[in-house]
């Protein structure tokens, strides 16, 4: 078998570039191989006739050598390697491209522009990330990759109220999109602003879910927006006796529109009507207001009579108050009393 | 339904939420939800399916998958469970479209980007990262709980360092990385009750009552399926 995995480490490495291929495999002194993916340069085999599975979990080969086998490999056909040509297999670099959208709704075509894909190494980087997304004088497409790879970066310090206002702006400027392809960029945005913002920020934050007088903000970008609120509040510091009306009178005024049995069945409805219940509940829990919201929006899912969606509220308003316990004590002292007789 | 195998020469039903497992020289590695709109009954073990699973990132694309696991959900379980997935639709959009976008060299030293978990099997929402991390089985179990169902016992078999570089073979260099580990395993420590894919097809190896009824409690050899629970152990009920 050692001599076989030699034979094998030598042909990947003078022989991928012309290989002779099937639809599934591609064939080596009596093995199979199944599949050689880019990048982390590993491998399955099936011995041919006896069903066994070797599993190479890397090539022995030089460290220098690696990218430039990896490049060569890449370098053959891109498209063969969007997605796994072997189920085994479940690693990055693998992904079917989103241009085949999926998941997405009827909204209209996209007007982002047609992008030549890959972006730079900056993407990696948090200060060149803001530097794009501060400056409009970068090219578009990497604006908006820089508010996409914002999300899973970490911006601290003094790069957080940068960041903060960069996305704001952003926000500000497409809340009200319908293009579906922009709605991705402006969700990742959301998202990590929801989670990046201070507790001051929440009122104005609230703001951005109101529509104008002629364009709804979209039914999964609302969605996203009190998700994004609902993470923030469960799992960032919260101060007790901070005043949040106009967040509560806007989250409260769209769950009551929701609550209906003729929309709660619809689109991404019953989850936003849960996620503002969960956000009203843990709000109303920090203010020295009486006010009773959660508890009528409690009654009315009650009334609605849908079970399973009064289970799924019940549920993710317990969990929510597990969550708060260990991240904002206080708040949980009087979520829990707010919540007690539910 | 239990749990079957997928195999050439037959087909297997498989219906929407139903858990879909891949394995790899005989052990089971990955989970994942079936993501059809309609049962299919044209299922063998060369068919892709749709799924939605912790690949990492959270995805939802096509796999051939090795065993499927379910029970007859009730529209009321399957409407919840369902709200679950599609509370990640967008995530997974955004990770689909990282992915496409992202530079065809990394650097070497890409900062981590914590989103995938061996124990505990989810986590929560950061500042760095506003996104759930899970493993793939705690994708799985978050989402049948969010029906009601729990399907595994928080009380399971301890896996040290070593047993985990064998249960995940393609990740044995990054456990031996301080850093990578601290990834995988941010509590620290030095075993864990992992959640491990055979347990899910052990679990959903009961009568649908005893699925709801009871979470699963695995046992040493559970991660295999079938179970190669020693002798002394009692098998698991069909």
């Known amino acids: ?342 | 339904m239990a749990t079957t195998r997928t195999s050439n020469s037959a087909t297997v039903t498989v219906r929407p939420l139903d858990v879909l497992s891949i394995e790899l020289r005989g052990f089971l590695f990955h989970s994942m939800l079936c993501d059809e709109s309609s049962d299919r009954s044209d299922v063998n073990e060369r068919t892709r399916v749709r799924v939605a699973h912790m690949r990492p990132p959270v995805a939802a694309e096509s796999f051939r998958c090795h065993v499927v696991s379910g029970i007859a959900l009730t529209e009321r379980e399957r409407s919840k469970i369902r709200k679950f997935v599609e509370r990640f639709r967008k995530e997974m959009e955004a990770n689909a479209k990282q992915l496409e976008l992202a530079p065809d060299d990394p650097p070497k030293t890409l900062p981590s980007e914590p989103r995938y978990l061996i124990h505990p099997e989810r986590q929560p929402p950061k500042t760095a990262c506003p996104l759930w991390s899970f493993s793939c089985v705690g994708f799985v179990i978050s989402a049948y709980k969010n029906g009601r169902i729990t399907l595994l016992s928080p009380i399971r078999p301890l896996k040290t360092i070593e047993d985990l570089k064998l249960l995940y073979p393609d990740r044995a260099d990054d456990l031996d990385d301080a850093n990578k580990r601290a990834e995988y395993l941010p509590e620290g420590g030095d075993s864990w009750p992992v959640a491990l894919v055979g347990y899910l097809a052990n679990a959903f190896n009961r009568s649908d009552d005893e699925v709801r009824r009871a979470p699963f409690e695995p046992q040493p050899g559970d991660e295999h399926f079938p179970s190669q629970r020693l002798p002394s152990m009692p098998s698991v009920t069909t």
């Open chain 1, 1 to 342: 078998m050692a001599e076989s995995l030699r034979s094998l480490e030598e042909y990947l490495r003078t022989r991928l570039p012309t290989w002779d291929e099937d639809d599934e495999h591609i064939e080596l002194d009596g093995h199979r191989i199944e599949s050689v993916l880019p990048g982390v340069i590993q491998y399955n085999l099936l011995l041919k006739g006896s069903e066994e599975w070797i599993r190479g979990i890397g090539l022995n080969c030089r460290e220098e050598q690696v990218e430039g086998l990896a490049k060569r490999i890449r370098s053959m056909s891109r498209q063969q390697w969007t997605e796994p040509r072997n189920s085994n297999l479940l690693l990055p670099g693998t992904t079917p491209k989103s241009t085949t959208r999926i998941f997405l709704t009827s909204t209209a075509p996209s007007n982002v522009p047609v992008q030549d894909a890959k972006v730079g190494d900056w993407v990696y980087h948090p200060e060149a990330i803001l530097e794009r997304l501060e400056n409009d004088s970068f090219l578009e497409k990497d604006r908006l990759a820089a508010v996409l790879f914002a999300e899973t970066k970490p911006f601290d310090g003094e790069l957080r109220p940068r960041l903060l206002k960069a996305l704001s702006r952003f926000i500000e400027g497409n809340r009200l999109t319908e293009d579906a392809d922009r709605m991705i960029y402006l969700c990742s945005a959301i998202r990590k602003y929801a989670m990046n913002m201070g507790q001051d920020q929440i009122e104005a934050y609230a703001e951005w879910l109101l529509p104008t007088d002629t364009t709804p903000v979209h039914h999964e970008v609302e969605m996203e927006f009190v998700k994004g609120l609902s993470y923030r509040l469960q799992f960032e510091k919260l101060s007790l006796l901070h005043e949040s009306p106009n967040a509560i009178e806007i989250l409260g005024d769209i769950a009551f529109g929701y609550l209906r049995k003729s929309l709660i069945l619809q689109k991404s409805y019953a989850n936003t009507a849960m996620l503002l219940i969960v956000c009203i509940s843990i709000l109303e829990s920090r203010s020295e207001s009486q006010t009773d919201l959660t508890d009528q929006l409690l009654k009315k899912v009650e009334a609605l009579g849908i079970s399973w969606f009064q289970e799924m509220v019940e549920d993710n308003l317990s969990e929510a108050l597990q969550f708060v316990e260990e991240n904002n004590p206080e708040v949980a002292v009087k979520l829990h009393s707010l919540l007690g007789n539910k």
